[in-house]
Structures are given as C-alpha cells and as structure tokens.
T-cell receptor, first 114, second 111 residues
Framework: DADVTQTPRNRITKTGKRIMLECSQT?????MYWYRQDPGLGLRLIYY???????NKGEISDGYSVSRQAQAKFSLSLESAIPNQTALYFC?????????????FGEGSRLTVL | RKEVEQDPGPFNVPEGATVAFNCTYS??????FFWYRQDCRKEPKLLMS???SGNEDGRFTAQLNRASQYISLLIRDSKLSDSATYLC????????????FGSGTRLLVRP
C-alpha cells in the first residue's frame, strides 16, 4: 500500500463545481504539501503545512484552499473550478528532522475541468 | 528567466550509452540540489542529492558547479529501465518547503 494516498485518482468536473482532493499519509511526517504539474512546467507549490495548525500559501494559491484536519490528512479544495485548473495534482510529505530535501509524493490526482 | 532550467529533450540513446543532462539555476544563494526521477504518469521520486563535492551512486553521478550555477547528472551504461523524466530540483533557502522544480529532461533508452 502507498504511504501517501490521494483520492480521487481521476476526476472530471464542470466549471463552477466545488472539488476536494484528499491526501492521507502513514509515514508519520509533519510536513505536507500540494503541488500541481502542467506539461512543460515544473511542479508548482500551491499550499504547504508544517503542522496541524499551520497553513501557508505557496507560489500559486489563488483559487485553492486547504485544510489540515490531522497530522496525517491534508485536503485541497477548489471552491469554483475553472478550466485552467485542469492539471495533475500531487500531495507530498517530508520529515523536518531529515532536512535533506526529500519529498515523498502520492500517486497524483488527475483533474479535468470542462 | 526561469529559476531552474532544463533541456526538455527527449534524449534518445541506445542501451549502454553514457548520457548527461545539465540544469541551470538562477539564484546564486541556492543551498541544496537534487535530482528526482519521474516515470510516465507516476509520481516523482528522489534519485540523488547533489553535494558540492559531487555524488556517485552506481551508474549515476551528480555534480555541482556553483561558479556557473549548474548541476549535472551523468548516467553510464544506460538501461532500458532508465527511460524516464529527470527533474532538477533546487532548494534556495535550505528548507524543504521552498523546493523549485525544473520542468524535466526526458530520457528514452532504446534497445
């Protein structure tokens, strides 16, 4: 079983719909992240969280919100989806005690907004 | 100018070949550097860290050139299973939340 699990893995939705992507981890890591990946672009950070009560905006947070419900769970919401939010979304975790820059990614959630 | 730039490729090489990728970064204060590997439709995974003194792991060698602001990845004796996209990753502030990902270099190893 994957240590970082994302649901759903694939989702097609319509413009204006609310979408939630969920992420859970069994690695015991304190830090969690949401990235999106688009063809020809690097992974871009949307939001990150260092602990349950800590939420920080990343490079491209507009149009997104997150919730860190527990140390093991970090969800990403699109309140009103638009077509340019069509992308591959990755959740990732890291352990601050290691400090070696290693992120552990989930398998990705492919979102299509029509 | 992008913060991290890579040649998108694809690099198409025969099995057994040696291939090298470079990656340039714009922030001269960048602290740490990494190569990640991403298979088609899969998540990225850490391949190796890049130290100032260089780093070798089997057939893979990573090097850092701070003066010219680039890192490199050399793959010797290429295998079919090396076919993937290689992501250059830079941490400008030595804290994991600020990793900057390149868009990747695609490698195809043919029989």
């Amino acid at each position: 079983d994957a240590d970082v699990t994302q649901t759903p893995r694939n989702r097609i939705t319509k413009t204006g719909k609310r979408i939630m992507l969920e992420c859970s981890q069994t690695k015991g890591h304190d830090r969690m992240y949401w990235y999106r990946q688009d063809p020809g672009l690097g992974l871009r950070l949307i939001y990150y969280s260092f602990d349950v009560k800590d939420i920080n905006k990343g490079e491209i947070s507009d149009g997104y919100s997150v919730s860190r419900q527990a140390q093991a769970k970090f969800s990403l919401s699109l309140e009103s989806a638009i077509p340019n939010q069509t992308a591959l979304y990755f959740c990732a975790t890291s352990d601050h005690r290691r400090g070696n820059g290693e992120l552990f990614f989930g398998e990705g959630s492919r979102l299509t907004v029509l | 100018r992008k913060e991290v730039e890579q040649d998108p490729g694809p690099f198409n090489v025969p099995e057994g070949a040696t291939v090298a990728f470079n990656c340039t970064y714009s922030n001269s204060a960048s602290q740490s550097f990494f190569w990640y590997r991403q298979d088609c439709r899969k998540e990225p995974k850490l391949l190796m860290s890049v130290y100032s003194s260089g780093n070798e792991d089997g057939r893979f060698t990573a090097q850092l050139n701070r003066a010219s602001q680039y890192i490199s990845l050399l793959i010797r004796d290429s295998k079919l299973s090396d076919s993937a996209t290689y992501l250059c990753v830079v941490n400008p502030m030595d804290s994991s939340y600020k990793l900057i990902f390149g868009s990747g270099t695609r490698l195809l190893v043919r029989p």
